[in-house]
């Protein structure tokens, strides 16, 4: 069954994937790529360099950068600033289900762009608990 865009929120961890690489990048790019996507192709390239980009930061991790998950948020610590976003990073499962449902509707992807950058506005402002 196809996503509506009002149900969107099932690819929050998608949304987050996104925006943490971004937070650690200190560019708006790769949101910007999915947001203005014309094909399912650049999602795929976009999403994957936010994959490595969340990678990177992981296995690179110290006391002032570093990602820790719980159940229901994500902290980001970079250069000793903490970021708390309100959603977990997705699996794979949840990935392919997002890619299928961005070919079929690229709307959706763009929606999880917008999402992502929510997560950043509110993580911000303190929204997100920003501490």
């Not at 014309?38 to 999403?47: A, E, F, M, P, Q």
């Not at 360099?49 to 719980?70: C, G, H, P, T, Y």
């Amino acid at each position: 069954m196809a996503t509506s865009l009002l149900q969107v929120g099932k690819f929050r961890g998608v949304s987050l994937l996104l925006a943490g690489a971004s937070l650690i990048t200190g560019s708006p790019t790769l949101i910007d790529r999915v947001a203005n996507a014309l094909s399912v192709d650049s999602v795929i390239k976009s999403v994957n360099d936010a994959l490595r980009v969340i990678e990177s930061f992981q296995k690179n991790k110290s006391e002032k950068n570093e990602l820790i998950e719980s159940v229901d948020k994500t902290i980001l610590k970079i250069d000793g600033e903490q970021y708390v976003l309100s959603a977990t990073l997705c699996t794979s499962t949840q990935l392919q289900e997002f890619f299928k449902e961005a070919e079929s509707d690229i709307r959706i992807a763009r929606a999880v762009a917008a999402l992502a950058e929510s997560l950043i506005v509110d993580a911000r402002r303190g929204g997100g608990e920003k501490n």
